[in-house]
């Protein structure tokens, strides 16, 4: 047995810590020059200088129609179609059609980039949904947010880089034939209250409400 006092052992193992947070630093370097699928998710230079760090997309169930917001169409009132029942007027430099419906998008109208050229090929609701999120209406595909996660990866590894917020189904967050790491994370279902929302596996069953929320609340101080 070595005769080595406890303040010796500490001085000695303290030299160590430095080459500890070294060896991590390198070790992310190398996931983000590697092809390994733990490197899938880091950030990766896109083909095109990118303005946007993230992608919102809003899919909220009901609404109005297209022809009674953005999708001016001039001819339906002359053909069998009896057309929109409001008014259209263009609006900002870009000269962007709006319904009189929308006085305040109005308002923002060189902001926005509306695409009317889109359709869908099948008149049932469902398929049309599915279609809309993943391009094709019967097979699984890959989602919108999986192959942008896939194409950019994410510049933060901590937390997921692709959510659903209260999704009708599966199909729409799937990574299909993509590996499972580009998969989105839930949050809640269409067929619970949103405000019992969850993310499986993080809630605490054991911990009482006011401390989970002090747990965050420090979380959140740190953060800042």
Not at 33 to 49: E, K, M, T, V
Request: proline fraction near 7%; charged fraction near 15%; aromatic fraction near 8%.
């Amino acid at each position: 047995m070595l005769g080595m006092s406890r303040r010796e052992m500490l001085k000695s193992a303290s030299c160590g810590f430095g080459y500890l947070a070294m060896s991590a630093l390198c070790g992310k370097n190398s996931l983000a020059a590697g092809s390994s699928a733990i490197a899938n998710l880091n950030a990766r230079s896109p083909q095109l200088p990118a303005r946007a760090k993230r992608v919102i997309f809003l899919c909220m169930s009901g609404g109005p129609a297209q022809l009674d917001t953005f999708d001016y169409k001039p001819q339906t009132g002359k053909k069998k179609h009896p057309g929109s029942a409001y008014k259209f007027a263009q609006h900002g430099e870009s000269g962007l059609w709006i319904s009189e419906l929308l006085p305040e998008t109005a308002r923002h109208a060189d902001k926005l980039c509306v695409l009317n050229g889109m359709y869908a090929d099948i008149t049932n609701h469902a398929q049309s949904f599915l279609q809309l999120h993943t391009g094709d209406r019967l097979r699984p595909r890959p989602s919108l947010g999986s192959w942008v996660v896939y194409g950019l990866g994410t510049e933060n590894q901590n937390i997921p880089g692709f959510i659903s917020i209260y999704p009708s189904k599966p199909s729409v967050y799937s990574s299909a034939l993509l590996p499972p790491v580009y998969e989105g994370t839930p949050i809640g279902l269409n067929t619970t209250d949103m405000s019992k929302a969850t993310i499986n596996n993080i809630k605490s069953d054991h911990l009482p409400a006011a401390v989970k929320r002090r747990q965050l609340d420090f979380v959140q101080a740190m953060n800042r």
